[in-house]
């Protein structure tokens, strides 16, 4: 069993800078490949960042390469979303999601879900 709690989310503008943080209990956290999944008013939730535990692979969504950031710190049990250059467009709940690697993707597939951190820029 893993339980994902997020922080960090705010509200920000145009331009700035968050990180969001995902802390994990239980003991098989380093199992797991972990993301981040946003979602929007009326819209799908959405993979935007994934890390895999054993070969340090990383996945971004084109909408946010370049600006966004994956990291995960397995000593802390922690997984982090450095979000830089903020658009409104990424206005949205953010969950903290661990999953299997090859299916990261598919939000029906994910093990386990944090509760959202709510994130809102402003232009």
């Known amino acids: 069993q893993v339980q994902l709690v997020e922080s960090g989310g705010g509200l920000v503008q145009a331009g700035d800078s968050l990180r969001l943080s995902c802390a994990a209990s239980g003991r098989s956290f380093s199992r797991y490949a972990m993301g981040w999944f946003r979602q929007a008013p009326g819209k799908e939730r959405q993979l935007v960042a994934a890390h895999n535990w054993n070969d340090e692979a990383t996945y971004y969504a084109d909408s946010v390469k370049g600006r966004f950031t994956i990291s995960r710190d397995n000593a802390k049990n922690t997984v982090y979303l450095q979000m830089n250059s903020l658009i409104p467009e990424d206005t949205a709940i953010y969950y903290c999601?661990?999953?299997?690697?090859?299916?990261?993707?598919?939000?029906?597939?994910?093990?386990?879900w944090g509760q959202g951190t709510q994130d809102n820029v402003s232009s």
């Open positions: 999601a661990a999953g299997s690697w090859l299916r990261m993707a598919v939000a029906r597939t994910i093990a386990y």
